[in-house]
Protein backbone atom coordinates (compact mmCIF):
# COMPACT_ATOMS: atom_id res chain seq x y z
CA UNK A 1 0.00 0.00 0.00
CA UNK A 2 1.23 3.24 -0.90
CA UNK A 3 -0.10 5.96 1.68
CA UNK A 4 1.43 9.15 1.56
CA UNK A 5 3.79 9.28 4.45
CA UNK A 6 3.03 12.54 5.92
CA UNK A 7 -0.65 11.73 6.21
CA UNK A 8 -0.04 8.74 8.62
CA UNK A 9 1.78 11.24 10.21
CA UNK A 10 -1.17 13.61 10.98
CA UNK A 11 -3.92 10.81 11.28
CA UNK A 12 -3.92 11.01 14.93
CA UNK A 13 -4.78 14.18 15.03
CA UNK A 14 -7.55 14.03 12.38
CA UNK A 15 -8.69 10.81 14.33
CA UNK A 16 -9.37 13.12 17.24
CA UNK A 17 -11.78 14.97 14.56
CA UNK A 18 -13.07 12.60 13.54
CA UNK A 19 -14.11 11.11 17.32
CA UNK A 20 -15.62 14.62 17.92
CA UNK A 21 -17.57 14.93 15.17
CA UNK A 22 -18.73 11.14 16.07
CA UNK A 23 -19.75 12.12 19.80
CA UNK A 24 -21.72 15.54 18.23
CA UNK A 25 -23.81 13.67 15.71
CA UNK A 26 -26.51 16.13 14.05
CA UNK A 27 -29.08 15.58 11.84
CA UNK A 28 -29.89 16.93 8.08
CA UNK A 29 -29.59 20.71 7.44
CA UNK A 30 -28.35 20.91 11.27
CA UNK A 31 -25.19 20.40 11.18
CA UNK A 32 -24.11 23.56 12.36
CA UNK A 33 -22.00 22.28 15.30
CA UNK A 34 -20.28 19.68 12.65
CA UNK A 35 -19.79 22.53 9.56
CA UNK A 36 -18.40 25.18 12.26
CA UNK A 37 -15.59 22.07 13.02
CA UNK A 38 -14.85 21.94 9.26
CA UNK A 39 -14.83 25.65 8.86
CA UNK A 40 -12.54 26.21 11.50
CA UNK A 41 -9.49 23.52 10.89
CA UNK A 42 -9.62 24.58 6.91
CA UNK A 43 -9.52 28.49 8.25
CA UNK A 44 -6.93 27.39 10.81
CA UNK A 45 -4.72 25.30 7.74
CA UNK A 46 -5.21 28.31 5.38
CA UNK A 47 -8.23 27.32 3.45
CA UNK A 48 -10.86 30.28 2.19
CA UNK A 49 -13.93 28.83 3.13
CA UNK A 50 -17.91 29.38 1.49
CA UNK A 51 -19.90 29.10 4.36
CA UNK A 52 -24.17 28.24 4.02
CA UNK A 53 -24.27 26.33 0.96
CA UNK A 54 -27.38 24.48 0.79
CA UNK A 55 -28.04 25.87 4.17
CA UNK A 56 -25.06 24.11 6.25
CA UNK A 57 -22.92 23.29 3.48
CA UNK A 58 -18.83 24.20 3.43
CA UNK A 59 -16.47 24.72 0.43
CA UNK A 60 -12.75 24.43 0.19
CA UNK A 61 -10.97 26.26 -2.31
CA UNK A 62 -7.63 25.03 -2.58
CA UNK A 63 -5.81 26.85 -4.98
CA UNK A 64 -2.80 25.30 -6.66
CA UNK A 65 -0.07 27.37 -7.73
CA UNK A 66 1.11 25.47 -10.76
CA UNK A 67 0.10 27.31 -14.62
CA UNK A 68 -3.16 29.12 -14.50
CA UNK A 69 -5.23 26.18 -16.30
CA UNK A 70 -8.59 27.24 -15.43
CA UNK A 71 -9.41 23.23 -14.78
CA UNK A 72 -11.21 22.77 -11.37
CA UNK A 73 -12.43 19.65 -9.73
CA UNK A 74 -14.44 19.17 -6.33
CA UNK A 75 -14.34 16.38 -4.06
CA UNK A 76 -17.06 15.96 -1.72
CA UNK A 77 -17.94 14.32 2.00
CA UNK A 78 -21.30 14.32 3.45
CA UNK A 79 -21.22 15.45 6.93
CA UNK A 80 -25.05 14.24 8.16
CA UNK A 81 -25.93 11.74 10.78
CA UNK A 82 -28.43 9.51 11.31
CA UNK A 83 -32.25 9.72 13.85
CA UNK A 84 -31.01 6.57 15.84
CA UNK A 85 -30.27 5.37 19.09
CA UNK A 86 -26.18 4.78 19.49
CA UNK A 87 -25.48 0.94 21.03
CA UNK A 88 -21.92 2.05 21.18
CA UNK A 89 -20.40 3.04 24.63
CA UNK A 90 -16.98 3.42 23.82
CA UNK A 91 -15.52 7.23 24.90
CA UNK A 92 -16.35 8.74 21.58
CA UNK A 93 -19.97 7.37 21.63
CA UNK A 94 -22.69 9.84 20.46
CA UNK A 95 -23.44 12.24 23.41
CA UNK A 96 -27.01 13.05 21.62
CA UNK A 97 -29.96 10.76 22.42
CA UNK A 98 -31.34 9.26 19.46
CA UNK A 99 -28.72 10.60 16.93
CA UNK A 100 -26.10 8.76 15.69
CA UNK A 101 -23.08 8.50 13.03
CA UNK A 102 -24.20 5.39 12.00
CA UNK A 103 -23.24 5.62 7.82
CA UNK A 104 -19.56 6.64 8.42
CA UNK A 105 -20.33 10.48 7.11
CA UNK A 106 -18.11 11.38 9.81
CA UNK A 107 -15.44 9.73 8.77
CA UNK A 108 -15.73 10.74 5.26
CA UNK A 109 -15.58 14.29 6.90
CA UNK A 110 -12.53 13.24 8.26
CA UNK A 111 -10.78 11.80 4.94
CA UNK A 112 -11.24 15.01 3.25
CA UNK A 113 -9.92 17.01 6.23
CA UNK A 114 -6.74 15.58 6.08
CA UNK A 115 -6.74 15.62 2.18
CA UNK A 116 -7.43 19.06 2.86
CA UNK A 117 -4.37 19.72 5.63
CA UNK A 118 -2.01 18.24 3.14
CA UNK A 119 -3.47 19.74 0.00
CA UNK A 120 -2.89 23.44 1.66
CA UNK A 121 1.05 22.27 2.11
CA UNK A 122 1.47 21.07 -1.05
CA UNK A 123 0.05 23.02 -3.89
CA UNK A 124 2.22 22.24 -6.76
CA UNK A 125 -0.85 21.24 -9.03
CA UNK A 126 -2.31 22.94 -11.79
CA UNK A 127 -6.43 24.31 -10.97
CA UNK A 128 -8.14 24.52 -8.30
CA UNK A 129 -9.44 22.12 -5.64
CA UNK A 130 -13.24 22.35 -4.17
CA UNK A 131 -13.51 20.68 -0.53
CA UNK A 132 -17.38 19.79 -0.84
CA UNK A 133 -18.58 19.12 2.75
CA UNK A 134 -22.12 18.24 2.21
CA UNK A 135 -25.29 18.42 4.53
CA UNK A 136 -28.46 16.09 4.13
CA UNK A 137 -27.34 13.38 2.25
CA UNK A 138 -29.45 10.67 4.59
CA UNK A 139 -33.08 11.96 3.06
CA UNK A 140 -32.69 15.86 2.76
CA UNK A 141 -31.18 16.07 -0.73
CA UNK A 142 -28.27 18.34 0.78
CA UNK A 143 -26.50 17.73 -2.88
CA UNK A 144 -29.29 18.92 -4.68
CA UNK A 145 -29.85 21.82 -2.37
CA UNK A 146 -26.42 22.78 -3.01
CA UNK A 147 -26.92 22.56 -6.60
CA UNK A 148 -29.90 25.02 -6.53
CA UNK A 149 -27.66 27.27 -4.30
CA UNK A 150 -25.79 27.99 -7.14
CA UNK A 151 -22.75 25.77 -6.08
CA UNK A 152 -21.50 24.92 -9.82
CA UNK A 153 -21.78 28.56 -10.81
CA UNK A 154 -20.14 29.89 -8.17
CA UNK A 155 -17.44 27.51 -8.03
CA UNK A 156 -17.40 26.05 -11.92
CA UNK A 157 -15.92 22.56 -11.75
CA UNK A 158 -15.04 19.94 -14.95
CA UNK A 159 -15.35 17.12 -12.82
CA UNK A 160 -16.65 15.93 -9.21
CA UNK A 161 -15.58 12.95 -7.12
CA UNK A 162 -17.34 11.24 -3.95
CA UNK A 163 -16.50 8.35 -2.06
CA UNK A 164 -18.20 6.18 0.75
CA UNK A 165 -16.66 3.23 3.13
CA UNK A 166 -18.30 0.24 2.71
CA UNK A 167 -18.24 -2.47 5.62
CA UNK A 168 -17.69 -6.34 5.31
CA UNK A 169 -14.49 -5.63 2.58
CA UNK A 170 -11.33 -5.98 3.97
CA UNK A 171 -9.06 -2.55 4.55
CA UNK A 172 -6.58 -2.11 1.74
CA UNK A 173 -9.60 -2.69 -0.78
CA UNK A 174 -11.64 -0.37 -2.90
CA UNK A 175 -14.46 -0.99 -5.62
CA UNK A 176 -15.80 1.15 -8.59
CA UNK A 177 -17.69 0.52 -11.36
CA UNK A 178 -18.32 2.81 -14.50
CA UNK A 179 -22.54 3.41 -14.97
CA UNK A 180 -25.20 2.96 -12.29
CA UNK A 181 -24.12 2.22 -8.46
CA UNK A 182 -26.88 3.15 -6.64
CA UNK A 183 -30.13 3.33 -7.77
CA UNK A 184 -33.22 5.92 -8.02
CA UNK A 185 -35.21 6.19 -4.80
CA UNK A 186 -38.89 6.86 -5.18
CA UNK A 187 -41.76 6.28 -2.65
CA UNK A 188 -45.46 5.59 -3.99
CA UNK A 189 -49.03 6.07 -2.30
CA UNK A 190 -52.16 5.00 -3.39
CA UNK A 191 -55.55 5.25 -1.82
CA UNK A 192 -58.42 2.74 -2.57
CA UNK A 193 -61.73 4.61 -2.12
CA UNK A 194 -64.34 1.83 -1.93
CA UNK A 195 -67.60 1.43 0.36
CA UNK A 196 -67.50 0.26 3.50
CA UNK A 197 -70.18 -2.00 4.95
CA UNK A 198 -71.16 -4.97 7.22
CA UNK A 199 -68.65 -7.47 6.61
CA UNK A 200 -71.69 -10.57 6.74
CA UNK A 201 -73.24 -8.36 3.81
CA UNK A 202 -70.42 -7.67 1.48
CA UNK A 203 -72.60 -7.04 -1.53
CA UNK A 204 -74.24 -3.73 0.14
CA UNK A 205 -70.44 -1.81 -0.30
CA UNK A 206 -67.28 -1.78 -1.83
CA UNK A 207 -64.85 -4.15 -0.17
CA UNK A 208 -61.38 -2.37 -1.05
CA UNK A 209 -58.96 -5.21 0.85
CA UNK A 210 -59.22 -7.65 -2.34
CA UNK A 211 -58.78 -4.83 -4.59
CA UNK A 212 -55.81 -3.87 -2.80
CA UNK A 213 -54.57 -7.59 -3.09
CA UNK A 214 -55.17 -7.88 -6.81
CA UNK A 215 -52.98 -4.42 -7.20
CA UNK A 216 -49.83 -5.81 -5.03
CA UNK A 217 -49.95 -8.69 -7.42
CA UNK A 218 -50.93 -6.94 -10.70
CA UNK A 219 -47.83 -4.80 -9.99
CA UNK A 220 -45.26 -7.70 -9.99
CA UNK A 221 -46.40 -8.19 -13.56
CA UNK A 222 -44.74 -4.68 -14.33
CA UNK A 223 -41.52 -6.07 -13.07
CA UNK A 224 -41.90 -9.36 -14.74
CA UNK A 225 -43.69 -8.39 -17.85
CA UNK A 226 -43.69 -4.61 -18.38
CA UNK A 227 -40.01 -3.72 -18.48
CA UNK A 228 -37.01 -5.57 -20.40
CA UNK A 229 -35.51 -8.30 -18.40
CA UNK A 230 -32.20 -7.53 -18.63
CA UNK A 231 -33.31 -4.09 -17.19
CA UNK A 232 -33.31 -3.77 -13.03
CA UNK A 233 -36.06 -2.56 -11.44
CA UNK A 234 -38.01 -3.19 -8.41
CA UNK A 235 -41.56 -2.58 -6.83
CA UNK A 236 -42.44 -3.07 -3.12
CA UNK A 237 -45.57 -2.44 -1.44
CA UNK A 238 -44.16 -2.25 2.08
CA UNK A 239 -47.51 -0.80 3.88
CA UNK A 240 -50.67 -1.79 3.45
CA UNK A 241 -52.93 -0.08 5.79
CA UNK A 242 -57.19 -0.66 6.50
CA UNK A 243 -60.03 -1.45 8.68
CA UNK A 244 -60.10 -2.15 12.64
CA UNK A 245 -62.61 -4.61 13.34
CA UNK A 246 -62.92 -8.11 11.98
CA UNK A 247 -66.87 -7.70 11.33
CA UNK A 248 -66.30 -4.64 9.35
CA UNK A 249 -65.50 -4.05 5.91
CA UNK A 250 -63.68 -0.84 5.85
CA UNK A 251 -64.45 2.53 3.47
CA UNK A 252 -60.82 2.84 2.40
CA UNK A 253 -57.53 0.73 1.79
CA UNK A 254 -54.22 2.84 1.79
CA UNK A 255 -50.91 1.18 0.02
CA UNK A 256 -47.72 2.78 0.56
CA UNK A 257 -43.93 1.28 -0.72
CA UNK A 258 -41.15 1.97 -2.70
CA UNK A 259 -39.53 2.05 -6.44
CA UNK A 260 -35.84 1.80 -7.15
CA UNK A 261 -34.28 1.70 -10.88
CA UNK A 262 -30.76 2.20 -12.28
CA UNK A 263 -32.63 4.46 -15.12
CA UNK A 264 -35.22 7.03 -15.42
CA UNK A 265 -36.42 5.27 -18.68
CA UNK A 266 -37.36 2.41 -16.15
CA UNK A 267 -38.77 4.78 -13.69
CA UNK A 268 -40.97 6.44 -16.43
CA UNK A 269 -41.95 3.25 -17.65
CA UNK A 270 -42.54 1.89 -13.84
CA UNK A 271 -44.68 4.91 -12.74
CA UNK A 272 -46.79 4.60 -15.89
CA UNK A 273 -47.59 1.17 -15.93
CA UNK A 274 -48.25 1.37 -11.71
CA UNK A 275 -50.94 4.14 -12.09
CA UNK A 276 -52.36 2.69 -15.07
CA UNK A 277 -52.75 -0.64 -13.18
CA UNK A 278 -53.87 1.51 -10.16
CA UNK A 279 -57.02 2.86 -11.56
CA UNK A 280 -58.08 -0.15 -13.58
CA UNK A 281 -57.61 -2.29 -10.64
CA UNK A 282 -59.78 -0.40 -8.78
CA UNK A 283 -61.94 0.74 -11.49
CA UNK A 284 -62.94 -2.81 -12.31
CA UNK A 285 -64.22 -3.31 -8.90
CA UNK A 286 -66.02 0.19 -8.69
CA UNK A 287 -63.58 1.60 -6.47
CA UNK A 288 -62.15 4.94 -6.86
CA UNK A 289 -58.59 5.32 -6.86
CA UNK A 290 -55.65 8.06 -5.62
CA UNK A 291 -52.32 7.47 -7.08
CA UNK A 292 -49.65 9.80 -5.67
CA UNK A 293 -45.91 9.06 -6.97
CA UNK A 294 -42.79 11.01 -5.43
CA UNK A 295 -39.24 10.88 -7.00
CA UNK A 296 -36.69 11.56 -4.39
CA UNK A 297 -32.70 10.84 -5.56
CA UNK A 298 -32.28 10.17 -9.11
CA UNK A 299 -29.70 6.62 -9.66
CA UNK A 300 -26.12 7.53 -9.26
CA UNK A 301 -24.28 6.88 -12.38
CA UNK A 302 -20.43 7.18 -12.84
CA UNK A 303 -19.05 8.30 -15.83
CA UNK A 304 -16.66 5.69 -17.58
CA UNK A 305 -14.01 8.26 -18.35
CA UNK A 306 -13.58 9.35 -14.69
CA UNK A 307 -14.33 5.52 -13.33
CA UNK A 308 -11.59 4.23 -14.97
CA UNK A 309 -9.53 7.39 -13.96
CA UNK A 310 -10.57 6.63 -9.95
CA UNK A 311 -9.63 3.03 -10.81
CA UNK A 312 -6.13 3.60 -12.34
CA UNK A 313 -5.49 5.82 -9.16
CA UNK A 314 -6.82 3.15 -6.13
CA UNK A 315 -4.59 0.16 -8.61
CA UNK A 316 -1.58 3.01 -8.04
CA UNK A 317 -2.24 2.74 -4.15
CA UNK A 318 -3.15 -0.81 -3.13
CA UNK A 319 -2.46 -2.50 -6.64
CA UNK A 320 -5.24 -4.02 -8.77
CA UNK A 321 -6.20 -7.27 -7.12
CA UNK A 322 -7.52 -4.92 -4.25
CA UNK A 323 -9.68 -2.90 -6.37
CA UNK A 324 -12.86 -4.74 -7.04
CA UNK A 325 -15.67 -4.34 -9.28
CA UNK A 326 -18.50 -2.41 -7.30
CA UNK A 327 -21.68 -4.39 -8.09
CA UNK A 328 -24.45 -2.01 -7.94
CA UNK A 329 -27.10 -1.64 -5.31
CA UNK A 330 -30.50 -0.79 -4.74
CA UNK A 331 -29.69 1.73 -2.51
CA UNK A 332 -29.60 5.52 -3.32
CA UNK A 333 -27.53 8.15 -2.48
CA UNK A 334 -27.76 12.38 -3.23
CA UNK A 335 -24.39 12.10 -4.66
CA UNK A 336 -26.37 11.43 -7.93
CA UNK A 337 -27.65 14.96 -8.53
CA UNK A 338 -23.70 15.85 -9.05
CA UNK A 339 -23.01 13.36 -11.17
CA UNK A 340 -26.48 14.66 -13.19
CA UNK A 341 -24.88 17.76 -13.37
CA UNK A 342 -21.11 17.17 -13.95
CA UNK A 343 -18.68 13.91 -15.02
CA UNK A 344 -17.32 12.50 -12.14
CA UNK A 345 -17.44 9.27 -10.13
CA UNK A 346 -18.50 7.67 -6.81
CA UNK A 347 -16.84 5.11 -5.26
CA UNK A 348 -16.08 3.21 -2.21
CA UNK A 349 -13.55 2.34 0.55
CA UNK A 350 -13.10 -1.13 2.60
CA UNK A 351 -14.45 -0.45 6.00
CA UNK A 352 -12.91 -3.84 7.52
CA UNK A 353 -15.25 -6.53 9.52
CA UNK A 354 -15.62 -4.50 12.39
CA UNK A 355 -12.80 -5.95 14.70
CA UNK A 356 -11.38 -2.03 14.92
CA UNK A 357 -14.29 -1.05 17.33
CA UNK A 358 -13.29 -0.07 20.16
CA UNK A 359 -14.08 -1.79 23.76
CA UNK A 360 -18.06 -0.91 24.89
CA UNK A 361 -19.39 -1.32 21.02
CA UNK A 362 -22.44 -2.34 20.60
CA UNK A 363 -23.58 -6.30 20.36
CA UNK A 364 -24.71 -5.94 16.86
CA UNK A 365 -22.70 -6.30 13.00
CA UNK A 366 -20.23 -2.95 11.96
CA UNK A 367 -22.89 -2.36 9.29
CA UNK A 368 -24.04 1.29 7.73
CA UNK A 369 -27.36 2.01 9.62
CA UNK A 370 -26.52 -0.21 12.15
CA UNK A 371 -26.74 0.90 16.17
CA UNK A 372 -23.11 -0.87 16.73
CA UNK A 373 -21.26 0.91 13.70
CA UNK A 374 -18.46 2.50 13.93
CA UNK A 375 -16.17 4.16 11.14
CA UNK A 376 -12.42 2.97 10.93
CA UNK A 377 -9.87 5.36 11.64
CA UNK A 378 -7.03 3.45 9.90
CA UNK A 379 -8.98 4.64 6.68
CA UNK A 380 -8.33 8.10 7.69
CA UNK A 381 -4.66 8.51 5.60
CA UNK A 382 -5.51 5.55 3.00
CA UNK A 383 -8.75 7.71 1.82
CA UNK A 384 -7.01 10.79 2.17
CA UNK A 385 -4.08 9.32 0.02
CA UNK A 386 -6.84 8.40 -2.81
CA UNK A 387 -7.61 12.63 -2.64
CA UNK A 388 -4.37 13.37 -3.35
CA UNK A 389 -3.24 10.89 -5.72
CA UNK A 390 -6.54 11.87 -7.42
CA UNK A 391 -5.92 15.32 -7.07
CA UNK A 392 -2.63 15.65 -8.48
CA UNK A 393 -3.33 12.78 -11.79
CA UNK A 394 -6.25 14.56 -12.81
CA UNK A 395 -5.04 18.08 -13.15
CA UNK A 396 -1.83 15.75 -15.49
CA UNK A 397 -4.13 13.90 -17.04
CA UNK A 398 -5.99 13.46 -20.17
CA UNK A 399 -9.27 13.66 -18.59
CA UNK A 400 -8.81 17.14 -17.36
CA UNK A 401 -8.22 18.52 -20.35
CA UNK A 402 -11.42 17.55 -22.13
CA UNK A 403 -13.45 17.86 -18.95
CA UNK A 404 -15.04 14.71 -20.14
ZN1 LIG B 1 -26.57 6.13 5.05
ZN1 LIG C 1 -23.89 7.23 3.85
Redesign the pocket.
Known sequence: MKIIDSLVGQAAGITAIRRDIHAHPELCFEEVRTADVVARQLTEWGIPIHRGMGTTGVIGIVEGTGPKTGRAIGLRA?IDALPMQEFNTFEHASKHAGKMHA???DGHTAMLLAAAQHLAKHRDFAGTVYLIFQPA?EGGGGAREMIKDGMFEKFPMDAVFGM?NWPGMPVGQFAVSPGPVMASSNEFKITIRGKGSHAALPHNGVDPVPVACQMVQAFQTIISRSKKPVDAGVISVTMIHAGEATNVIPDSCELQGTVRTFTLEVLDLIEKRMQQVAEHVCAAHDAQCEFEFVRNYPPTVNHPKEAAFARQVMTGIVGAENVRVQEPTMGAEDFSYMLQAKPGCYVFIANGEGAHREIGHGGGPCM?HNPSYDFNDELIPLGATYWIVLVNGWFKSEAAGTGA
Do not use: A
Request: proline share 0%; charged share 30%.
Open positions: DCGHEHL
